[in-house]
């Protein structure tokens, strides 16, 4: 290894707390962490700095250095890697974000720590800690003291406080690790007690909260560790503060290379988060479904009945700019770097299903400490009316096309499950006549889609179209399923996957649609469209090659297990903001639905 420090990729290992989060690269380098949440501004990035490696980054380097390998503790947010250098010194560096039960009260802080223990030989360590501000703007200034530096990220600074020769952190100079060194980038305050004995405290009630919460998970019996890491990095893209769940750590990873089709995901889509709770709801997490529906019913409360907006900031504010970050290359270069998201000015008619079906799950599930009640069917009603009322208008779709709206078949089918189920719910709770209206409304927009979504073609047996007004193809329409709007034997939906599978289907790959968009033709496929092609194949009978695929799909996952949103279907590279929750509900929700039963091993 000529060179420690590599080229940007996306084999990076999330790190977290569920209030700050951080990206690590194969060169033990935290590239990417945001403060003082995941929308902050990004103190760490390295990641979309372009050739400024040196910027916006926390490095640690062997003289010499030969190899680098990572792990995480098992079930755990805690990652371990190990530096060799030629001569055979090595160190282990143990990074984690802290996360414990402390005073009744879930101590996450805005913090990073990190543990060096030399492991062989005589290992000479360079630290680099150059954290930026005003999304790298400007390197941090720094003050220092006997046993700290001051990093100066903005209105509220970051300290260091650690055991390590302060000098040598400052100046980024080799030094000797003769023992274990502690490191903790927190809050601007004396650091309380001593740092060693402190961090491996937290280090181990961090381990024991995760292991623990990982006991609870009810997993398939294939493929657990895959299961139980995509679940542990979807609880860490949730912001606990307020229950948001954001579509992923970063912003402005290209979907495709030079596309510009660079975004910030670091909001809370309402699409995005209602899947990421029905697949961790699969498992049992119904801590990160409780949140979340706080968060839902301050969203409604905000919204008084009007329009909701296909996203929000995780504290639920509704403005997000979109702006760029002049002082940022991008990825590899390949600006620009975009903070907030326009989309929020979009019309998403879809959003009202997707706040109804998890909500209505609190009517039903006596695990929940608050069970919803008739104030919240209430509200919920107002959502439904949302539904009923814009089921049949245009809007920009699931995929956010920012130059036409159609009336899409997805919103539809979304706002008819909102009826049927807020229909449901009512008959839970007795009241008769609101069953009555609401499953008339299910019923009026079923014949509705049937009517107008329906291409016929004598030929092939017709499809549905991705909207009413055109007979184009669209992978969400293989939802029509999992929603429970038809069954998988319908004609119809069998005829529908036949001319999805024929169109979008790239070899082992989906494409959300092949027709062009605001940018043109899709360069990449869609990684959740490809696992929502291999649970249609399962739901088809086609049960070997569902499973030939989604072992394909696991391949391309980083060494840290993880997948991003886009996939080049010929090379096999990711591409898109990362780890992008979609992804992560498909691994989930495939081998669920793949797995041999437990059954089989009791």
């Given at each position: 290894?000529?060179?420690?420090?590599?080229?940007?990729?996306?084999?990076?290992?999330?790190?977290?707390?569920?209030q700050?989060s951080?990206?690590?690269?194969?060169?033990?380098?935290l590239?990417?962490?945001?403060v003082?949440?995941?929308?902050g501004?990004?103190?760490?990035?390295?990641?979309?700095?372009?050739?400024?490696?040196d910027?916006?980054?926390?490095?640690?380097?062997?003289e010499?250095?030969?190899?680098?390998?990572?792990?995480?503790?098992?079930n755990?947010?805690?990652?371990?890697?190990?530096?060799?250098?030629e001569?055979?010194?090595?160190v282990?560096?143990?990074?984690?974000?802290?996360?414990?039960?402390?005073?009744g009260?879930?101590?996450?802080?805005v913090a990073f720590?990190?543990?060096?223990?030399?492991?062989?030989?005589?290992?000479?360590?360079?630290?680099?800690l150059?954290?930026?501000?005003?999304?790298?703007?400007?390197?941090?200034?720094?003050?220092?003291?006997?046993?700290?530096?001051?990093?100066?990220?903005?209105?509220?600074?970051?300290?260091?406080?650690?055991?390590?020769?302060?000098?040598?952190?400052?100046?980024?100079?080799?030094?000797?690790?003769?023992?274990d060194?502690?490191?903790f980038?927190?809050?601007?305050?004396p650091?309380?007690?001593?740092?060693?004995?402190?961090?491996?405290r937290?280090e181990?009630?961090?381990?024991?909260?995760?292991?623990l919460?990982?006991?609870?998970?009810?997993?398939?019996?294939?493929?657990?560790?895959?299961?139980i890491?995509?679940a542990?990095?979807?609880?860490?893209?949730?912001?606990e503060?307020?229950?948001?769940?954001?579509?992923?750590?970063?912003?402005?990873?290209?979907?495709?290379?030079?596309?510009?089709?660079?975004?910030d995901?670091r909001?809370?889509?309402?699409r995005?988060?209602?899947?990421?709770?029905?697949?961790?709801?699969?498992l049992?997490a119904?801590?990160?479904l409780?949140?979340?529906?706080?968060?839902?019913?301050?969203?409604?409360?905000?919204?008084?009945?009007?329009?909701?907006q296909?996203l929000?900031?995780?504290?639920?504010?509704?403005?997000?700019?979109?702006?760029?970050?002049?002082?940022?290359?991008?990825?590899?270069?390949?600006?620009p770097?975009?903070?907030?998201?326009?989309?929020?000015?979009?019309?998403?008619?879809?959003?009202?299903?997707?706040?109804?079906?998890?909500?209505?799950?609190?009517?039903?599930?006596?695990?929940l400490?608050?069970?919803?009640?008739?104030?919240?069917?209430?509200?919920?009603?107002?959502?439904?009316?949302?539904?009923?009322?814009?089921?049949?208008?245009?809007?920009?779709?699931?995929?956010?096309?920012?130059?036409?709206?159609?009336?899409?078949?997805?919103?539809?089918v979304?706002?008819?499950?909102?009826?049927?189920?807020?229909?449901?719910?009512?008959?839970?709770?007795?009241?008769?006549?609101?069953?009555?209206?609401?499953?008339?409304?299910?019923?009026?927009?079923?014949?509705?889609?049937?009517?107008?979504?329906?291409?016929?073609?004598?030929?092939?047996?017709?499809h549905?179209g991705?909207?009413?007004?055109?007979?184009?193809?669209?992978?969400?329409?293989?939802?029509?399923?999992?929603?429970?709007?038809?069954?998988p034997?319908?004609?119809r939906?069998?005829?529908?996957?036949?001319a999805?599978?024929?169109?979008?289907?790239?070899?082992?790959?989906?494409?959300?649609?092949?027709?062009?968009?605001?940018?043109?033709?899709?360069?990449?496929?869609?990684?959740?469209?490809?696992?929502?092609?291999?649970?249609?194949?399962?739901l088809?009978g086609?049960?070997?090659?569902?499973?030939t695929?989604?072992?394909?799909?696991?391949?391309?996952?980083?060494?840290?297990?993880?997948l991003?949103?886009?996939?080049?279907?010929?090379?096999g590279?990711?591409?898109?903001?990362?780890?992008?929750?979609?992804?992560?509900v498909?691994v989930?929700n495939?081998?669920?639905?793949l797995?041999?039963?437990?059954?089989?091993?009791?």
């Amino acid at each position: 290894m000529a060179d420690a420090v590599t080229d940007p990729n996306l084999e990076l290992w999330p790190i977290g707390n569920c209030q700050v989060s951080g990206l690590i690269d194969q060169s033990a380098s935290l590239v990417w962490g945001c403060v003082p949440r995941v929308d902050g501004d990004p103190v760490f990035c390295a990641l979309l700095n372009g050739e400024k490696r040196d910027s916006g980054v926390w490095r640690f380097e062997l003289e010499n250095q030969t190899s680098v390998t990572q792990h995480y503790e098992r079930n755990t947010a805690i990652l371990v890697t190990r530096l060799e250098s030629e001569d055979g010194s090595a160190v282990e560096i143990r990074d984690f974000c802290p996360r414990y039960e402390r005073s009744g009260r879930m101590y996450r802080p805005v913090a990073f720590a990190r543990i060096v223990r030399p492991v062989s030989g005589v290992p000479r360590l360079k630290v680099t800690l150059n954290p930026m501000r005003d999304y790298g703007a400007t390197i941090a200034e720094k003050t220092n003291g006997t046993n700290h530096i001051r990093y100066l990220v903005g209105p509220q600074a970051m300290r260091l406080s650690t055991d390590a020769p302060v000098g040598y952190v400052l100046e980024s100079r080799y030094y000797r690790v003769e023992a274990d060194q502690h490191f903790f980038l927190g809050p601007d305050e004396p650091f309380v007690g001593n740092v060693r004995s402190e961090l491996r405290r937290m280090e181990q009630s961090t381990a024991r909260y995760w292991k623990l919460w990982v006991r609870g998970l009810h997993i398939p019996l294939e493929w657990q560790d895959e299961v139980i890491r995509c679940a542990i990095t979807l609880k860490l893209c949730q912001h606990e503060e307020t229950g948001a769940i954001v579509a992923a750590l970063t912003t402005s990873i290209p979907e495709a290379a030079h596309s510009e089709r660079n975004w910030d995901y670091r909001f809370c889509w309402i699409r995005d988060s209602y899947y990421t709770v029905q697949a961790l709801n699969r498992l049992g997490a119904l801590d990160v479904l409780e949140k979340y529906l706080g968060y839902l019913r301050n969203i409604v409360d905000s919204a008084r009945g009007g329009q909701i907006q296909p996203l929000y900031s995780v504290m639920g504010q509704g403005e997000l700019d979109e702006t760029t970050a002049a002082h940022l290359a991008g990825y590899r270069g390949m600006g620009p770097v975009r903070k907030g998201n326009a989309a929020y000015k979009q019309i998403q008619h879809d959003c009202y299903g997707q706040i109804v079906l998890p909500t209505a799950q609190a009517f039903f599930d006596h695990r929940l400490l608050r069970m919803a009640d008739d104030n919240d069917f209430e509200s919920l009603e107002e959502v439904g009316e949302m539904a009923w009322k814009m089921h049949d208008q245009p809007d920009a779709g699931l995929w956010e096309f920012r130059t036409r709206q159609e009336v899409h078949t997805y919103s539809a089918v979304m706002s008819w499950a909102a009826c049927d189920r807020l229909a449901k719910v009512a008959a839970n709770i007795d009241k008769a006549d609101r069953q009555q209206i609401w499953q008339e409304r299910a019923d009026a927009i079923r014949a509705k889609i049937e009517q107008e979504a329906w291409v016929e073609n004598s030929e092939e047996g017709g499809h549905y179209g991705a909207s009413f007004e055109s007979d184009y193809l669209d992978a969400s329409l293989l939802q029509m399923v999992e929603l429970r709007f038809l069954q998988p034997d319908n004609p119809r939906f069998q005829s529908t996957f036949t001319a999805i599978e024929k169109t979008l289907r790239r070899g082992e790959h989906m494409l959300r649609y092949a027709s062009e968009d605001d940018f043109g033709l899709p360069e990449t496929a869609f990684n959740v469209c490809t696992f929502w092609l291999i649970e249609a194949l399962h739901l088809a009978g086609r049960d070997e090659e569902a499973r030939t695929l989604f072992t394909a799909m696991l391949s391309h996952t980083t060494e840290s297990g993880l997948l991003s949103e886009d996939l080049d279907f010929e090379t096999g590279e990711l591409w898109g903001n990362f780890p992008q929750t979609y992804s992560l509900v498909g691994v989930i929700n495939c081998a669920g639905l793949l797995s041999r039963p437990w059954s089989e091993m009791r």
